[in-house]
């Protein structure tokens, strides 16, 4: 008897016809369903990384000065501010930059206008300080710290990725 590699029955099943026109199952449809959500993802993201936007914003502690917020910029985060641009506190509240000083001011400047030094080192981020003025939609607590962020552009989240 001749030995042969394969089994008998593979052998059978592969020469019989009776099988030809039964579909090969691959996979499940829940792998589908898993791959089309996947699919789906993908070009959400895509579809926001090029409609959408991201703001940038600049980050200060404000302080209430009995008629709006003012905050001490470095000189490098004042250069994007301007008059104008949104500004929303930690507390909820909205409002808008109205005046952006041309002259930094000093640590020691600063503290001649506030009345603690918790105030002042909170306030101050950096030694040369430029004086932002902040008006608020809402009531404010006379001299208290308020977060605040100035939202001083928006970027396509594209961007990221072609500008390297």
Same mark, same amino acid.
């Given at each position: +008897?001749?030995?042969s590699?394969?089994?008998? @029955?593979?052998? @059978?099943?592969?020469?019989?016809?009776?099988?030809?026109?039964?579909?090969? @199952?691959?996979?499940?449809?829940?792998?589908?369903?898993?791959?089309? $959500?996947?699919?789906?993802?993908? #070009?959400?993201?895509?579809?926001?990384?090029?409609?959408?936007? #991201?703001?940038?914003?600049?980050?200060?502690?404000? #302080?209430?000065d009995?008629?709006?917020?003012?905050?001490? *910029?470095?000189?490098?985060?004042?250069?994007?501010?301007?008059?104008? +641009?949104?500004?929303?506190? &930690?507390?909820?509240?909205?409002?808008? %930059?109205?005046?952006?000083?041309?002259?930094? *001011?000093? %640590?020691?400047?600063? &503290?001649?206008? *506030?009345?603690?030094?918790? $105030?002042?080192?909170?306030?101050?981020?950096?030694?040369?300080?430029?004086?932002?003025?902040?008006?608020?939609?809402? $009531?404010?607590?006379?001299?208290r *710290?308020?977060?605040?962020?100035?939202?001083?552009?928006?970027?396509?989240?594209?961007?990221?990725?072609? &500008?390297?």
């Amino acid at each position: +008897m001749a030995s042969s590699i394969f089994r008998e @029955k593979s052998l @059978k099943r592969i020469s019989s016809p009776e099988q030809l026109n039964d579909y090969i @199952k691959v996979s499940q449809p829940s792998v589908w369903i898993a791959l089309a $959500a996947a699919a789906a993802f993908v #070009v959400a993201v895509l579809i926001w990384s090029v409609a959408g936007t #991201v703001p940038t914003r600049v980050e200060a502690v404000a #302080v209430e000065d009995g008629g709006g917020l003012t905050c001490y *910029l470095s000189t490098e985060d004042a250069a994007d501010v301007a008059p104008g +641009m949104t500004v929303e506190l &930690s507390t909820g509240e909205h409002g808008a %930059v109205t005046a952006v000083d041309d002259l930094p *001011l000093s %640590v020691e400047e600063v &503290s001649q206008s *506030l009345t603690s030094d918790y $105030a002042r080192d909170s306030v101050v981020t950096s030694d040369w300080s430029i004086p932002v003025q902040i008006d608020v939609d809402g $009531a404010l607590e006379q001299g208290r *710290l308020y977060q605040v962020y100035i939202t001083t552009g928006s970027v396509s989240p594209i961007s990221f990725l072609l &500008s390297s």
